[in-house]
């Protein structure tokens, strides 16, 4: 199982992105699909995540500006960014929650990172 994380660049800030994590290979199913931010010399926060069968949940920061979607028929999960500031510079990574079986516990897979730098 390989995450693939894009999207993240240079923006100003009030702007938005749009970052994209596809999931390939063989399993069975993906349960939470998250994402984390690393901001420089900080340790990895949860930004958001999305189950199967509830309402999204965010971190207080980025709630009514953030929001996390998922589509299951493409294994990806998509954070929309707006109204960014320099506080959300950061490497943001998807994590994923994969069940490679039906009777198989879920194990955490992350993707390579992608980074967004919003500049004042």
């Known amino acids: 199982v390989q995450l693939q994380a894009s999207g993240g660049g240079l923006v100003q800030a009030g702007g938005s992105l749009r970052l994209s994590c596809a999931a390939s290979g063989s399993f069975f199913s993906i349960n939470r699909m998250a994402w984390f931010r690393q901001a420089p010399g900080k340790g990895r926060d949860l930004v958001a995540f999305?189950?199967?069968?509830?309402?999204?949940d965010y971190a207080g920061s980025v709630k009514g500006r953030f929001t996390i979607s998922r589509d299951n028929a493409k294994n990806t999960v998509y954070l929309q960014m707006n109204s960014l500031t320099p506080e959300d510079t950061a490497v943001y990574y998807c994590n994923c929650n994969i069940q490679s079986s039906a009777w198989s516990s879920g194990y955490d897979y992350w993707g390579q990172g992608t980074l967004v730098t919003v500049s004042s």
């Open positions: 999305i189950t199967g069968g509830s309402s999204p």
